[in-house]
């Protein structure tokens, strides 16, 4: 969480996007806090990379497989990307396209030197994305291992040692006594769970989407139009080769080498636990419709181009529905937070400033109060409303409470207590309650009532 990031405390899941934060941080300190800043930022960051990677494409293999691998990623896109940590996600895609742009584009020393530095550092921005990247530039240095002689291939080694120490100092740097150099993001290896996760990652993209944080639930998480298109782009070229042996080698490369990265990438996804997920390999989507346009656009000018043309052209029509039907059901994907919200509406009327806010944590992850603690901290409007935002985990409660003896409190409560039960947790104070709305459930994701305990 930036806020965690920004006091020097553990953050919470592990997280170690580190320059992501402070480029939120950064943003919201010239254009104010907001959920939009942030997805902004982030959808901006996406447009410049598939923008640099389409130019490259054109440069490299023409308009078609630019055009085509242009209009189908800007098409998928707004499918994929649909949970509330949209924000972030896509920043497991800003890399690949960066690192494989620069892979296609004339190779120097300063370009493969950029595409190691990029592929490394991708961990701070989304730690998944090095899934990604990893095998893309392995497997590049395998297949042109021309571009990679001389003092090319030193620079870009020296490039990525320093990357990786620097990475591991940040990492050093930030964390706190009980994290651990060797986890990121919340996650782990373990080798014995690594048939199961690869089921997870191909069953989300390519059968059903069972794993957490996900909104189009029971489908596959990758559009189901965007695979019908990979699939037939590479099975026609695959059947071209039989046909005619006399393809360009450097195109015949290229897919071998995207679709042989998206595999690896799912493999090495297997040994991160315990979250498994498509999630973590959103990058090789993005190698997969490279591929598929690269071999549509070797295949366009056969016989069967007329077919070809209309399939993809029709295809390409029922991603974009798809999107749009899916934009305008779930719009807005990050909505305002009733939560939130009423905090801020209550801080804005009233000045607190001495006061310590209280937030209840349900979830053994804390991810939701977490982010209405950063929501609340990061707000310039209402930060100087009180004096810390805690959040304590409900079966901690009453227990961590009486840390708090002596002081003012505000505590946002999301479930049903009664006066009683509060002016018990709070003995040592005088009890005041401001009620906001009757809780249908036992606890909601809005405020029922804002209690205010004073010293």
Same mark, same amino acid.
């Given at each position: ?5 920004l ?11 580190y320059?992501?934060?402070l ?18 930022v982030?959808?901006?960051?996406f ?7 389409? /130019? ?32 972030? /996600?896509?920043?497991a ?5 960066i690192v494989?742009?620069l892979?296609?584009i004339?190779?120097t ?20 994305a ?10 590049h240095?395998?297949?042109f291992?021309e ?5 090319r ?6 490039c990525?040692v ?17 994290d ?8 782990f290896?373990r080798?014995?769970?690594?048939w199961?996760?690869?089921k ?16 189009n639930?029971?489908?596959?998480y990758?559009?189901p139009a965007?695979l019908g ?7 026609s070229?695959?059947?071209s ?14 897919i ?15 040994f ?10 959103f990058g ?16 366009i000018?056969?016989?069967?181009s ?17 999107s749009?039907?899916?934009?305008n059901?779930?719009?807005p994907l990050?909505?305002p937070?009733?939560?939130v919200?009423?905090?801020r509406?209550?801080f804005?009327s009233?000045?607190?400033?001495n006061k ?5 944590a349900?979830?053994?992850d ?10 609340l ?11 810390d935002?805690?959040?304590?985990p409900r079966?901690?409660l009453v227990?961590?409470?009486?840390a708090?003896q002596g002081?003012g409190v ?20 005088q ?7 009757d809780?249908?459930?036992a ?13």
């Amino acid at each position: 969480m930036p806020n965690q990031l920004l006091h020097g405390e553990a953050i919470w899941g592990g997280g170690t996007n580190y320059l992501l934060y402070l480029l939120f941080l950064a943003t919201y300190d010239v254009l104010g806090f907001g959920v939009t800043i942030a997805s902004a930022v982030s959808y901006i960051a996406f447009s410049i990379s598939i923008a640099a990677l389409a /130019t490259a494409i054109f440069r490299c293999f023409g308009s078609v497989a630019s055009i085509l691998f242009f209009l189908v990623t800007t098409l998928s896109y707004p499918f994929i990307f649909h949970s509330i940590f949209a924000a972030a /996600t896509i920043w497991a895609v800003v890399p690949t396209a960066i690192v494989l742009a620069l892979l296609m584009i004339k190779p120097t020393a300063v370009s493969l030197s950029l595409a190691m530095f990029v592929a490394v550092f991708s961990v701070l921005f989304y730690p998944g994305a090095i899934l990604t990247c990893a095998p893309l530039l392995g497997l590049h240095i395998i297949f042109f291992r021309e571009r990679w002689r001389s003092k090319r291939s030193l620079w870009a080694t020296c490039c990525l040692v320093i990357g990786v120490l620097a990475v591991f100092l940040i990492r050093q740097s930030v964390q706190t006594p009980n994290d651990n150099v060797l986890q990121w993001a919340g996650g782990f290896m373990r080798m014995e769970h690594w048939w199961e996760s690869v089921k997870v990652v191909l069953n989300d993209m390519f059968w059903k989407s069972t794993s957490w944080n996900t909104l189009n639930y029971n489908v596959p998480y990758v559009e189901p139009a965007l695979l019908g298109f990979v699939s037939a782009g590479l099975i026609s070229w695959c059947l071209s080769l039989r046909r005619n042996s006399k393809e360009a080698p450097e195109h015949i490369r290229w897919i071998v080498i995207l679709v042989l990265s998206a595999l690896a990438s799912v493999l090495l996804s297997g040994f991160a636990w315990p979250y498994p997920g498509v999630r973590r390999v959103f990058g090789s989507v993005l190698l997969l419709n490279v591929a598929a346009a690269l071999a549509c656009r070797i295949n366009i000018k056969r016989i069967y181009s007329i077919p070809l043309v209309v399939a993809t052209a029709l295809v390409l029509i029922l991603i974009g529905l798809r999107s749009t039907v899916l934009i305008n059901k779930h719009w807005p994907l990050a909505g305002p937070s009733h939560y939130v919200d009423t905090a801020r509406s209550y801080f804005l009327s009233n000045q607190e400033s001495n006061k310590i806010v209280l937030i209840t944590a349900y979830n053994v992850d804390q991810f939701r109060a977490q982010h209405y603690r950063c929501a609340l901290e990061l707000d310039a409007r209402i930060s100087n409303s009180f004096e810390d935002v805690q959040v304590i985990p409900r079966a901690q409660l009453v227990e961590r409470t009486r840390a708090l003896q002596g002081r003012g409190v505000i505590f946002l409560a999301n479930e049903t207590f009664s006066i009683e039960e509060i002016e018990k947790m709070f003995s040592w104070g005088q009890v005041s309650i401001n009620h906001i709305q009757d809780c249908p459930r036992a606890r909601a994701n809005a405020i029922c009532d804002i209690f205010i305990i004073e010293e």
